[in-house]
Structures are given as structure tokens and as C-alpha cells.
Nanobody, 127 residues
Framework: QVQLVESGGGLVQAGGSQRLSCAAS????????MGWFRQGPGKEREFVAA????????YYADSVKGRFTISGDDAKNTVYLQMNNLKPEDTAVYYC????????????????????WGQGTQVTVSS
């Protein structure tokens, strides 16, 4: 089992920056891929970014490319999401996700590829 706890959400003005953290505990030595998803008001949960510890693959949604950066710290079992140039449409609950399985690059952006989820952290971008 893997437990995930997100932190770092809050209110930020458009154009600002924010960094989210996701701390993993439990079977972290087996964690293969970790990712971030988000769910805006009245919307489906959508992929944001993911990082694979095996091979160092990183994958972003088109909507955040060039603005968001995902990174990880093996020693701290933590993955980060640095969000720059935030827009009101980035307002959402952001969820951390993880899988112990080896998944393809194409699968990194698919919600059902992940087996463990955090409770989410709210990010609100004001215009």
C-alpha cells in the first residue's frame, strides 16, 4: 500500500506561481510512476503531469506545457509540481497519484493507470 498526502494549495492571483508537494509513505520503494491530476468545478478529473522513476520519463498535458514542472526527490519520497504563470482555468482540486506497476509512456496520462490517490489540495487562481 502507498499513502499519498498533498500540500501547498491555496489562493493565488493570475500570473502567479505555486508549488504543490506530494509525500508518499508505505511501499514507496516499489513506486514506479507518480502523477498529478486535477478536477475543476463541474469538470472531469484530468491529467496534468507525471514522472516515472524508471527511466526518468516525464509527461505533461498540453494545457500546462511550458508553465508547470514536475520533479521528484527520491530521498524524501516526494514529488513536486511547480506551477508558474497560473491562469483562472487552472483552478481545481489537484490530486497526487501513484502506481507500483510499470506502465507505458502513453498510459502515464490515463487516470485508470494509477492505483493510489491522495485526498487532493485546492488551488484557486483569481483573475
Amino acid at each position: 500500500q502507498v499513502q499519498l498526502v498533498e500540500s501547498g494549495g491555496g489562493l493565488v492571483q493570475a500570473g502567479g506561481s505555486q508549488r504543490l508537494s506530494c509525500a508518499a509513505s508505505g511501499r514507496t520503494f516499489s513506486t514506479n510512476t507518480m502523477g498529478w491530476f486535477r478536477q475543476g468545478p463541474g469538470k472531469e478529473r484530468e491529467f496534468v503531469a507525471a514522472i516515472s522513476w524508471s527511466g526518468g520519463r516525464i509527461y505533461y498535458a498540453d494545457s500546462v506545457k511550458g508553465r508547470f514542472t514536475i520533479s521528484g526527490d527520491d530521498a524524501k519520497n516526494t514529488v513536486y509540481l511547480q506551477m508558474n504563470n497560473l491562469k483562472p482555468e487552472d483552478t481545481a482540486v489537484y490530486y497526487c497519484a501513484a502506481t507500483l506497476r510499470t506502465i507505458t509512456s502513453q498510459a502515464m496520462g490515463v487516470r485508470r493507470s494509477y492505483d493510489y490517490w491522495g485526498q487532493g489540495t485546492q488551488v484557486t487562481v483569481s483573475s
